[in-house]
């Protein structure tokens, strides 16, 4: 796993994870050893999975990589959130997982090896094509003769004819709804009969779908490429909401929740199939779960989180799953309601995190961002959570040089960050979309000032994050923490308070007996 620009880049399988020396440190799961290496890599660590084989035992076979293989290789490669990377899990179910048999493929890391290459895009801010678009050019120099360039995801939705133009050398697109067609895709391109090469030049195979975005089912593979003690657990797609900064409607299309039954049958699958002990819900909005699904008369509203939380809970009740941590990932202030706070309060399961964006703290900016809270909001919300969850570790994600913005707009928000000190902030510059309602709002901030401006914010935030562990180590602190693996030449690992790949990490010194995946208490 490693971090590029604003998004997260995977070349998959992810167990690696590679320092600053490129090393791989792989993490073994048949005996929680990690070791280093410069070229092999443990495929047979991608775990099978759906949850509708729970019960069937994991294989623990281990294949080796000098040996030839008959069947043809795959490669994947994940931008963006946790959501495009569980679409990349559910093609690697279809192409690689243990339903194919014998005509599944074999997963590699070797651009160069690979009979078939596929690119997961992200789509949501200029800086996020870019990034997809320099994946996409390394893929083209990188990839042998003959083999098959699969563009998927969320750039693909907006920007597929943009895409076709730019890169010939691209065999294929699949929109981000239609990830379930990827072996079939496979298929069509190994008929030569539908190759481009014996087509005279014809456009490359399209797959596309009615929907925007996937929702997989419950007996839809996945191969869960996360390392092994936490896996995400996506319960809804698309979006209701009409922020004027955002195009995700427009890439992801409209509100899907998962039925309550399906993500209890997946959660419990995930807890079930082996060495599972963290696992995140994802959604644009969790809030919005199963806003959906209410019926027209509003007389049905049985569908929403805290319901679902309470199924999950009472689904893992017993000895086996009591320290399993579930964590709420991306939950609107408005949207933390009093028995949201009272089902948290009662059950130590769920962590005491909450990645919470808030964009701004002024109310002519969140007025103008079409948020449906005001700082008064805000703040109440946050002083809640501190007196319900003295414990809580907050994230939020705060927005500069958006349409309109003051020194003195910046200046509240500056003084918000003072004052609220919350524990994990991302700091954004407004990007300028085309699609996207801020984009024909007056005032647009110069580029040069929203640069300034994130500077100053993220220094102020920087110095509170030292402060606060600076307290930490005074009062000597100490915390439950899963061991991630090494970097550095350090052992690393992460407490409740860090969610993977979003938040720091805790470092520790010397060199302790642990074991990746399990949990000590650090001080």
């Known amino acids: 796993i490693f971090q590029r620009g604003s998004t997260t880049s995977r070349i998959l399988p992810s167990l ?14 048949n005996n929680n050893n990690s ?36 069947k043809k290789k795959i490669m994947f490669q994940s931008l963006g959130c946790p959501r495009n990377f569980v679409d990349t899990e559910v ?29 997961n895009t992200c789509g949501f801010l200029k800086s996020a094509r870019s990034e997809s678009r320099s994946a996409i050019e390394e893929l083209i120099e990188e990839k ?69 975005s996937f929702l997989e089912q419950g007996d839809t593979p996945r191969f869960l490429a996360t390392p092994p003690h936490y896996a995400y657990l996506k319960i809804a797609e698309g979006c209701k909401k009409s922020c004027a900064f955002c195009i995700i409607p427009k890439i992801k299309g409209r509100l899907q929740s998962k039925p309550i039954p399906q993500v209890v049958d997946e959660y419990q699958a995930l807890l079930e199939h082996g060495t599972v002990s963290e696992i995140i819900l994802i959604a644009q909005d969790l809030g919005d779960f199963g806003k959906d699904l209410v019926r027209d008369d509003g007389d049905d509203e049985s569908v929403n989180l805290a319901n679902l ?8 009740s017993n000895d086996k799953h009591d320290d399993v941590w579930l964590r709420l990932l991306y939950l609107y202030p408005d ?24 964009q701004h703290s002024h109310d002519d900016m969140l007025k103008l961002m079409r948020r449906k809270t005001t700082s008064y909001d805000i703040q109440q919300t946050i002083y809640n959570l501190r007196e319900r969850l003295p414990d809580v570790q907050i994230r939020t994600s705060l ?15 500056l003084n918000f960050v003072k004052e609220f000190q919350l524990e994990n902030v991302g700091v954004f510059e407004y990007s300028d979309e085309e699609l996207a309602y801020s984009h024909r709002l007056p005032n647009h901030v110069p580029e040069e000032i929203k ?53 720091g990490q805790v470092i520790i010194e010397g060199s302790p007996n642990v074991n990746p995946g399990q949990r000590y208490w650090v001080e």
């Open 335 to 358: 949207e933390i309601t009093p028995e949201i706070l009272d089902i948290i309060e009662s059950d130590q399961r769920i962590c005491r995190y909450l990645d919470m964006p808030i």
């Open 451 to 503: 640069q300034e401006r994130y500077g100053r914010l993220m220094e102020a935030q920087l110095q509170i994050v030292q402060r606060k562990n600076e307290e930490r180590v005074k009062t000597k602190d100490r915390l439950h923490t899963v061991i991630e693996g090494m970097q550095d030449d350090k052992i690393v690992g992460r407490y409740y308070g860090q969610c993977p790949d979003i938040d």
């Open 309 to 316: 939380l309470k199924a999950l809970l009472q689904a893992s």
């Open 91 to 119: 093609m690697l179910g279809i192409s690689v997982g243990e339903q194919q048999g014998s005509s599944g493929l074999e997963l590699t890391q070797d651009v160069s090896a690979a009979d078939y290459l596929v690119v």
């Open 399 to 413: 927005m500069v040089g958006f349409p309109g913005e003051t020194e003195e707009h910046f200046e509240h928000l």
């Open 16 to 29: 690696a994870y590679r320092n600053n020396n490129n090393m791989l440190i792989i993490t073994d799961t």
């Open 144 to 212: 042998k003769d003959g083999s098959k360039l699969i563009v998927t995801g969320c750039m693909v939705n907006l920007h597929r004819d943009q895409i076709l133009q730019d890169y010939p050398q691209v065999d294929s697109i699949l929109g981000s709804g239609a990830v379930d067609k990827i072996m079939e895709t496979i298929q069509t391109l190994d008929d030569d009969r539908n190759t481009k090469d014996n087509n005279n030049g014809e456009q490359p195979l399209i797959q596309s779908s009615r929907r925007r």
């Open 35 to 70: 070791r280093s290496s410069n070229n092999n890599m443990n495929v047979s660590s991608i775990r099978d999975f759906s949850s509708n084989s729970r019960s069937r035992p994991r294989s623990r076979t281990r294949r080796r990589l000098d040996q030839p293989q008959p």
